[in-house]
């Protein structure tokens, strides 16, 4: 027996495209045995370390050979598929002739590169198709008198259902696991396994596989990389033991790609109403438990620990792998860039916990004749089971009925276990040869099929297939025959020549016609969706080489024609799903060029190529279960969702829409996606025939939610006039995501005193950093809105949120009328203004949001009768595309930015006209007074503190004293600098008197002499200092009656 942790190998692969053109961040490291990954957010911290028994960078410090081939540059650390191999497949390979149990899994997050090392791309082919290679050479330079015996599998498991891809027809709801009661185990009743002699048969299965994978995956709309891939090898070495008896070693390699690992959280779908969707790979969460629970027996500190393997399907397929009789390795494998940090961290912590575990693992050698003798004993015993009496535990005290379920359930396992043991010795009947010559006949037929894919491609026109994952794409050809060639269900009459299942696939879908070296595609039927090149199919149109061709929802394909193999100019070589899906998105109006893009607004754009297709497969999905909804991707500025701050970019949401009352939702992306996976279940059991589905209630329903107020509009307010102790007053328009006018809001902000008082008229600020420091207080009033649609009259109310408010502040819901008054007023106070809420008057703003109450209400019937296909397409044309390209900066911020600004400017001009007025008037003045009095310092003194009226050294503190609203006494509180300048200054009394009033005269350094001093004056005297009464030195404060 070997007692041995499980092998843990990371391997961080290369930045992709995408990831190159939004500049990404590199956050992991490998240094040895240790791999670091830094926090994108906080740079200065000391990045997490870990340590693995394998450690592959694979992230640069490679070549590309002509053949595609990425080798390392000598020196480099980079580690090549075939350094992998060396490591891992090697060591698989050893332990399987040893007659060990093994099994390799690949963990990560989706596009992380699990596939890559399992599988692999072209030439980089991963550890599966090597070690298959190597296991025949060593089973050629093996021992003559030994029989070797080789079967190979591949299962997928989607949605807890077992699919058997060597298989074209799968029982609905998939194949049963089970349990061998005998041994404990779980096995999958049913699976194809074939015998293989050779390398080249096994990579045959597999192309096979991946192909029924592909075809599942297209038909279904599954997303396949929530599916586990599972590849078992069993290897037997039957040779005569010493004592010359027959003796079996065999070997039972497991080879697992799994789902990708995002945690549900992670894409925000916490907070849903319908949680279990939330749960979206039980199999993943349940290996996720398995590998804790594993770990703690493991680390001896829990000694009576459950495993919870009975959980999900992988769980109990991988019992022997993970906590039993297997040698097992796990490879984690690591997105280098910063946007995907937590998942990554996520990846390294998983793997960190896989290793602690220990398993077990023995040679699996046994005399042939023994098993063979246990197999039939135990079969015997179970046929004299299902004759006698069952043994029912519970006994007395138990429901008659309760007992005779139990009885069922008893039997019915027998006699699948019986089933299950007459197959096992029918295998063992039919010899290995006869079992090897049976596959190598259907391969055969399968084989002249794929020589003839090979041998056509290079020669015919064809349509290869775009498939989300890499690894399935350009695996299904459809070649183009001379003449009309039909595409459609495969219920149409007559049957089409190419049949497609799935969403949106119309019975007669389309006709593509194909003469002299031309091909023309035209709809079938009237309302058949097919798009060429993102532009929807109307008519006959030519199809030219590399041009994209999608019927219905997502099948999607690309044309080659190697008769006149000229694609359109601008047409790039290499044509994948991104390139197929961002040319859809243009047409539907989305901005797709990354240029001059912030980094927020390329992580929008990624996040509409990947919710685009989702969004029209729910729509399709709708219809067919008539569910009168439609789905549309829409983008709304961050400031709109969030609530405050210009410089959050756009949001991309989906806006789900009742088609029969026209209540909106929006929805977040991860509460979509969590969504769209319970309607893909839900579509899922219509099509296996489940009749419940048209029934579920609406508290089931992903397709329902109860009504919320929707978003009608959002109306900026920019604060930039609150820098300047600006107030602005304004009829705002509230437009909505697409810019179109909803209404208006009529808001006021004014600088204020803490108990809401404006500030006097002529407080100005000329240099906002003079606000530093010091209190500061503005109101919020909300006086009124009109509303265009009579549909919002059910109710409106307002929110919004200011910098640092958790949350929002919303204004009473005012019910029946489209011109609510809200009268909502609030004080806002900043006891020291700080830089950052400085930046966020200069450059912030306030969001109001407009929100329209929605009812349940009682449903048009007039509409009820229509289906939702005819109320989709009545909507479209109702609203005919969309209004405004989408573009992924906010437009309608930057205007309204423009006319605050416009606001200040007229504003700093309006107290630049007053100032001149009052210098006049002092000219006058002083011009008629007698020239005896016309002496030069009091005019001076009266003229520069006009001229240096900016307030700033001495209004940088304004509190409101009393509140008595006849008359106003206000504190000024000196700053600190103007003491310092006030006290080298003269001490001269006159200028005691009149510093610091009104627009006074502060920036003179001749003007106040004490620290801080209390001052009263009249309304005028604040302006021209006559009236004022000094009580210098009374407090600590300058107060001003006014
Ligand atoms: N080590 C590597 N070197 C070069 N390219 C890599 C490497 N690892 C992954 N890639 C590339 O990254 C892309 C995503 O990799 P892969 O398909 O293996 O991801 P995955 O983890 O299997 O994702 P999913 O969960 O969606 O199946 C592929 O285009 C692949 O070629
Ligand atoms: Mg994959």
């Given at each position: 027996m070997s007692d041995q942790g499980v092998k843990v190998a990371v391997r961080c692969r290369p930045f992709n495209q995408r990831e190159k053109d939004r500049g990404a961040k590199l956050i992991i490291d490998m240094n040895g045995a240790m791999t670091t990954i830094q926090n994108p957010e906080t740079p200065n911290e000391e990045p997490k370390k870990f340590t693995f028994d394998f450690s592959y960078w694979s992230h640069d410090g490679f070549n590309e050979k002509d053949d595609g081939y990425l080798e390392a540059v000598p020196g480099s650390k980079y580690s090549s598929q075939r350094r992998v191999f060396d490591d891992l497949g090697q060591g698989v390979l050893d332990n399987a002739f040893k007659g060990f149990n093994c099994s390799l899994f690949a963990y990560g997050?989706?596009?992380?590169?699990k596939s890559y090392s399992m599988v692999g791309y072209g030439c980089n082919k991963g550890i599966v198709p090597i070690t298959c290679d190597e296991l025949f050479k060593a089973i050629e330079a093996g021992d003559p008198a030994t029989k070797y015996e080789v079967t190979f599998s591949m299962l997928e498991i989607y949605n807890e259902q077992v699919r058997d891809l060597l298989s074209k027809d799968n029982p609905k709801g998939g194949l049963q696991v089970r349990q061998n009661p005998k041994l404990g185990l779980f096995y999958v009743v049913g699976l194809k396994k074939v015998a293989v002699g050779s390398y080249a048969e096994i990579d045959k299965r597999t192309q096979e596989g991946t192909a029924n994978r592909t075809v599942a995956s297209t038909n279904m709309n599954a997303t396949s990389s929530r599916a586990h891939t599972v590849v078992t090898i069993t290897f037997d070495q039957i040779s005569k033991n010493e004592a010359g008896e027959e003796t079996k070693k065999s070997s039972v390699i497991n080879l697992v790609d799994l789902a990708g690992s995002e945690r549900a959280d992670s894409t925000g779908a916490?907070?849903?109403?319908?949680?279990?969707?939330?749960?979206?790979n039980k199999s993943l969460s349940a290996l996720g438990n398995v590998i804790s629970a594993l770990a703690d027996l493991s680390s001896g500190g829990k000694k009576k620990v459950m495993v919870p393997y009975r959980d999900s399907v992988l769980t109990k397929l991988l019992q022997n792998a993970l906590g039993g009789n297997s040698k097992t390795v796990m490879i984690a494998a690591l997105s280098p860039a910063d946007i995907n940090y937590d998942e990554t961290l996520g990846t390294l912590r998983y793997a960190d916990r896989a290793k602690k575990i220990k398993n077990k693992a023995v040679v699996n050698e046994n005399p042939l004749d023994k098993l063979i003798r246990e197999l039939r004993e135990e079969n015997e015993k179970l046929k004299s089971q299902m004759g006698g009496a069952m043994p029912v535990a519970g006994g007395a005290g138990m429901d008659p009925g309760e007992i005779e379920r139990m009885r069922k359930e008893m039997e019915e396992e027998i006699r699948a276990q019986l089933l299950a043991n007459q197959e096992q010795m029918n295998e063992m009947d039919e010899s290995f040869e006869d079992k090897l010559k049976r596959n190598r006949e259907e391969q055969e037929a399968m084989g002249a099929a794929q020589a003839n894919t090979q041998d056509r491609k290079s020669k015919d026109p064809h349509l290869v297939n775009l498939n989300e994952d890499p690894m399935l794409s350009g695996v299904i050809f459809h070649f183009v025959e001379p003449g009309e060639m039909t595409i459609g269900r495969k219920d149409a009459t007559p049957p089409p020549m190419i049949a497609l299942t799935g969403l949106s696939i119309s019975k007669q879908h389309a006709v593509i016609t194909f003469e002299n070296s031309e091909a023309t595609v035209k709809p079938g039927e009237q309302g058949a969706k097919t798009k060429i090149n993102g532009v929807p199919l109307t008519g006959p149109t030519t199809l030219q080489h590399l041009d994209r061709v999608l019927f219905g929802s997502n099948h999607m394909y690309v044309f080659h024609n190697p008769l006149n193999p000229k694609a359109p100019e601008n047409t790039p070589t290499k044509i994948d799903w991104d390139f197929a899906q961002k040319e859809i998105a243009k047409h539907k109006g989305f901005d797709t060029a990354s240029a001059g893009m912030s980094k927020e607004q390329i992580i929008a754009q990624e996040q509409i190529l990947e919710l685009l297709p989702m969004v029209s497969e729910v729509n399709a999905i709708s219809e067919e279960l008539n569910k009168h909804r439609t789905f549309e991707v829409i983008l709304i500025s961050g400031a709109a969702m969030e609530g405050y701050g210009s410089k959050k970019g756009a949001k991309v949401v989906v806006k789900m829409k009742n088609l029969l009352n026209g209540n909106t939702w929006l929805w977040e992306r991860g509460k979509f996606m969590n969504r769209r996976y319970m309607i893909q279940e839900l579509y899922q059991r219509h099509l296996d025939g489940d009749e419940d589905v048209m029934k579920i209630p609406k508290e089931e329903d992903p397709f329902w939610e109860p009504p919320e107020d929707v978003l009608i509009g959002t109306a900026n307010v920019f604060l930039q006039s609150l820098s300047y102790a600006l107030d602005f007053d304004d009829k705002l328009s509230v437009t909505d995501y697409k810019g179109v006018e909803e209404g208006n809001l009529y808001v006021n902000i004014t600088p204020c005193s803490d108990k809401g008082k404006p500030l006097d008229e002529d407080f100005f600020v000329e240099d906002p950093q003079e606000l530093l420091g010091k209190p500061f207080h503005y109101k919020v009033t909300i006086k009124s809105a009109e509303v265009n649609k009579a549909k919002y009259s059910k109710g409106l109310h307002v929110r919004y949120k200011v910098y640092q408010d958790e949350d929002f502040t919303s204004t009473p819901v005012i019910k029946a009328t489209l011109s609510p008054e809200f009268k909502h007023h609030r004080i806002i106070t900043y006891p020291a203004v700080n830089e950052d809420q400085l930046g966020y008057f200069e450059q912030g703003c306030i969001t109001f949001q407009l929100f329209g109450v929605q009812e349940d209400s009682v449903n048009d019937n007039r509409l009820m009768k229509m289906t939702t296909k005819e109320l989709r397409q009545m909507e479209q044309l109702q609203n005919p595309g969309m209004q405004r390209r989408q573009t992924i900066s906010g437009e309608a911020s930057e205007e309204s930015k423009l006319r605050n600004e416009l606001e200040v400017l007229k504003k700093k001009f309006e107290r630049l006209e007053k100032k001149e007025k009052r210098i006049q008037d002092l000219c006058s003045e002083w011009k008629g007074k007698p020239v005896e009095e016309q002496q030069f310092e009091p005019f001076w003194r009266h003229v520069s503190a006009v001229a240096n009226s900016s307030g700033n050294k001495l209004k940088t503190r304004v509190e409101i004293l009393n509140t008595d609203d006849l008359v106003s006494v206000y504190s000024f509180e000196l700053d600190p600098n103007a003491k310092e300048q006030t006290h080298v200054g003269n001490n001269n009394p006159e200028a005691k008197r009149n510093g610091g009033l009104g627009t006074g005269s502060s920036d003179s350094p001749n003007v106040i002499q004490s620290q801080k001093m209390t001052q009263e004056a009249s309304a005028g005297g604040a302006q021209n200092g006559s009236n004022g009464s000094i009580n210098s030195g009374a407090g600590s404060k300058a107060c001003i009656i006014q």
């Open positions: 997050q989706t596009g992380s590169g916490t907070g849903d109403r319908l949680k279990e969707g939330a749960n979206i």
